[in-house]
Nanobody
Framework: QVQVVESGGGSVQAGGSLRLSCAAS????????MAWYRQYPGKERDFVSG???????NYADSVKGRFTISQDNDKKSLYLQMNSLKPEDTAIYYC?????????????WGRGTQVTVSS
């Protein structure tokens, strides 16, 4: 059974950096198209950054130039390097992957990792 787990969240001061990781265990294959989302309390989950094809990425305007998404060659791990963090980046961050463990492909979400940025 596929499980997606995020890690790397924490508390930093404004201007600091964090690197989030996401790994899919139990998967035999995942598609290259993966994404990070974040959710503020009481709000819908928002898109942050995604890999829409091998070598092609996109970002929400609010994080462009500060965040960088990347993935391992095996396409089972996803990363988000977050620099110049701002208090408004405080949220729970989730990764989204589409993987298979030999059965039909499914979309998987992790449980999220909390990022807190203090001013």
């Amino acid at each position: 059974q596929v499980q997606v787990v995020e890690s790397g969240g924490g508390s930093v001061q404004a201007g600091g950096s964090l690197r989030l990781s996401c790994a899919a265990s139990g998967a035999t294959r995942c598609v290259p198209e993966m994404a990070w989302y974040r959710q503020y309390p009481g709000k819908e989950r928002d898109f942050v950054s995604g890999i829409i094809a091998v070598g092609t990425t996109n970002y929400a305007d609010s994080v462009k130039g500060r965040f960088t998404i990347s993935q391992d060659n095996d396409k089972k791990s996803l990363y988000l390097q977050m620099n110049s963090l701002k208090p408004e980046d405080t949220a729970i961050y989730y990764c989204k992957m589409r993987c298979s463990d030999g059965r039909p492909w499914n979309v998987y979400w992790g449980r999220g990792t909390q990022v807190t940025v203090s001013s």
